[in-house]
C-alpha cells in the first residue's frame, strides 16, 4: 500500500486491502459482466436498472469471491444492491422449495440502524430474490413481535433486523444464529451515534467466527476502525463518493429568509401552480418544528404529511408509502425518521433548516439526483443560519448560488410580508429575467426586527429520538417542474440577475 493512498492514513489499524481484480467503472459495464446469474439478472432488469454504479461494479466481483469488505460509501450510491445481489447469489445454492423449516435455517443476517431503513433493505432483498426459492423477514421494534415469531419459525434464511428487537428474539430464543454464514453491518456510523455499538458487539460474539462479514459506513471513526478490526478479515476496501462529495446531478440554491417568513416562503414555492415545486422532501431539525410545519402546509392547501419520532410505526409507514407512491406531495421529516427513505426519481429536496453538522447536508441532499438523474437542493437559510452555510460550503468546496425571492428577505419581518403582499394572496411571480436579485446572506442589522420573545429557539439541537433504543433485557416558476429547465450552475454566476425564475428555484433541465 502506497503511503499517499490514502488508505494508510484512514485504516492504518487493519489489514485492508483494496481489491485487485476489479476494473474501473465503466459506463458500459452491464450486470451480466459482474456474473450474476439468469435469475438476478432478470430481477434486475425487471427492477429497470441496467448499468451498476460504482461502488456495485466493486463490491459485486469482491463478495462473489468470498472476501470481507470495508465499504465507504453514502446513501445513494446503490451499496445496497451492492451487498444484496452477491449475496442472493451465494445464498442460491441453499435454495429450496421445501416447506420444512429445518430446510431454511437463518443464513444471511442484515443489521440496520433503523426501522426505515431495515425496511427498505428487505425489500431490496425482496425485489432481487423473486426468482430463487429464498425466504426473508425483516424484524424491528414498535411492532408486536408474535407475527415476526410466526414468521422464524417457518424457517427464514435471511433476516433483516434492528439491533434492539434482534436481541429481544435471541433472548425470547425465536432465533438461532448459529448457521450464519454471512452478516452485513448497514450504515455503522449511524449505529455508533445511536449507541447501538455494544448492542453489535453482543450479537457478533453470537455468530459463528467462520463466517463472510461485509461492513458499511459513510465515515470512519476510530471506533467503526476498532469495530472493523474486531469483526472482519483482511477486508478488501471499497470507497466510492467520500463525505466530503456531493453527486454533480445535483444543483444547489440558497434563498435568504428571515426566519420569521420561512414557512411562507416554502408554501409560495410549492403553491406556484405548474411552476411550483413538485414531489418534496423537506427537511426541519425537531420533532416539534416538522409537525408545526406539515400543519401549516396544509393548511396552505398543499398535500403534506410529517414523518417523526412521536408517531407511531403504523403512522410513519403509511406516511411513507403514500410519499413513495406519489399520493402525498411534501413529505415534512427529521434526519433519523428520514433514514432509509428512498424514492425514485426524488426531484427536490429542501433544508427548512440547516443541520447541525454539514455531513448531514451531504445526507439530506444525497437522496435526490441519483442514478444520474438531476436534482435540485434548495436551502432556505436564516442570517443566524449563516455560520452552518460556511461550514457546509468549506465541506463540499463549492460557492452555493443564492437568490432573493421578492418579499420574502433576511430582515423580512410578519408585517412587512403583509405589505408587501397588498391586496392579493400571495406574491405575484413572473417568469422574467429580472426576476430576482443575487445576494449573500447579511447579517441581521441593528434595527432589524427581533425575533419574537413567544417563538422557540433557533438553532435547536438535532432530534435525538431513537427509532430503536439500544437493548435492554426487559423485553421555481416555469423552473420548477425538472423536464422544463436546465440544470443551475453549482458554481456562483455573475449574471444571475438575468436568469429565469426557473433556475433560481433549482430546476434541473431533465426529466426526472
Do not use: W
Request: proline content about 7%; some cysteine; glycine content about 8%.
Amino acid at each position: 500500500m502506497k503511503p499517499d493512498d490514502g488508505y494508510t492514513v484512514l485504516f492504518p489499524f487493519a489489514k485492508v486491502r483494496r481489491p485487485a481484480a476489479v476494473a474501473a467503472h465503466s459506463k458500459h459495464m452491464s450486470f451480466a459482466d459482474l456474473g450474476l446469474i439468469p435469475e438476478l439478472l432478470r430481477a434486475v432488469e425487471e427492477a429497470g436498472y441496467t448499468e451498476p454504479t460504482p461502488i456495485q461494479c466493486q463490491a459485486i466481483p469482491v463478495v462473489l469471491a468470498g472476501g470481507d469488505v470495508m465499504g465507504g460509501a453514502q446513501t445513494g450510491t446503490g451499496k445496497t444492491a451492492g451487498f444484496t445481489l452477491p449475496l442472493l447469489q451465494r445464498l442460491a445454492p441453499h435454495a429450496s422449495p421445501s416447506t420444512s423449516p429445518a430446510r431454511h435455517p437463518v443464513r444471511a443476517l442484515i443489521i440496520a440502524p433503523t426501522r426505515e431503513l431495515a425496511m427498505q433493505v428487505h425489500e431490496s432483498v425482496q425485489t432481487y430474490s423473486k426468482y430463487l426459492p429464498l425466504r426473508s423477514t425483516c424484524i424491528y421494534g414498535g411492532v408486536d413481535m408474535k407475527a415476526q415469531i410466526a414468521e422464524l419459525r417457518r424457517g427464514i434464511e435471511i433476516v433483516v433486523a434492528t439491533p434492539g428487537r434482534l436481541l429481544d428474539h435471541v433472548e425470547q430464543k425465536t432465533i438461532l444464529l448459529g448457521q450464519v454464514e454471512f452478516l452485513v453491518l448497514d450504515e455503522a456510523d449511524r449505529m455508533l451515534d445511536m449507541g447501538f455499538i455494544p448492542d453489535i458487539r453482543r450479537i457478533l460474539n453470537l455468530l459463528p467466527s467462520k463466517r463472510q462479514s461485509l461492513l458499511f459506513s459513510a465515515t470512519f471513526s476510530e471506533e467503526i476502525k476498532k469495530l472493523a478490526d474486531s469483526m472482519l478479515r483482511a477486508p478488501q476496501l471499497i470507497e466510492v463518493a467520500r463525505r466530503n462529495t456531493v453527486s454533480e446531478t445535483i444543483s444547489h440554491l440558497v434563498h435568504p429568509v428571515s426566519s420569521h417568513v420561512k414557512r411562507d416562503l416554502l408554501a409560495e414555492l410549492l403553491n406556484a401552480g405548474a411552476d411550483g415545486l413538485g414531489q418534496t422532501l423537506v427537511f426541519v431539525n425537531t420533532k416539534f418544528g416538522c409537525a408545526r410545519l406539515a400543519r401549516h402546509l396544509q393548511k396552505e392547501g398543499i398535500s403534506a404529511d410529517a414523518i417523526h419520532g412521536d408517531k407511531t410505526q403504523l403512522e410513519r409507514t403509511a406516511a411513507l408509502e403514500n410519499f413513495k407512491s406519489g399520493a402525498t406531495r411534501v413529505l415534512v421529516a427529521t434526519d433519523v425518521a428520514a433514514r432509509g427513505l428512498d424514492v425514485d426519481d426524488l426531484p427536490y429536496v429542501v433544508n427548512f433548516e440547516i443541520p447541525g453538522t454539514p455531513e448531514d447536508y451531504i445526507h439530506r441532499i444525497g437522496r435526490t439526483g441519483r442514478a444520474g438523474k438531476q436534482g435540485a437542493a434548495v436551502s432556505l437559510v436564516a442570517p443566524e443560519e449563516n455560520y452552518k452555510l460556511v461550514a457546509i460550503e468549506k465541506l463540499i468546496k463549492l460557492k452555493i448560488p443564492q437568490q432573493l425571492v421578492p418579499g420574502f428577505g433576511p430582515e423580512t419581518s410578519v408585517e412587512e410580508l403583509r405589505r408587501f403582499r397588498g391586496g392579493h394572496a400571495k406574491p405575484r411571480r413572473q417568469a422574467s429575467d429580472d426576476s430576482f436579485e443575487a445576494s449573500r446572506p447579511v447579517s441581521r442589522s441593528e434595527d432589524a426586527r427581533p425575533a419574537a420573545k413567544a417563538r422557540p429557539k433557533r438553532n435547536i439541537a438535532e432530534d435525538g429520538f431513537d427509532f430503536d433504543r439500544p437493548y435492554t433485557s426487559s423485553k421555481a416558476p416555469e423552473a420548477i417542474s425538472p423536464a422544463k429547465t436546465n440544470s443551475v450552475s453549482t458554481k456562483p454566476d455573475n449574471k444571475r440577475g438575468a436568469r429565469s425564475v426557473a433556475f433560481l428555484l433549482g430546476g434541473s433541465g431533465k426529466d426526472q
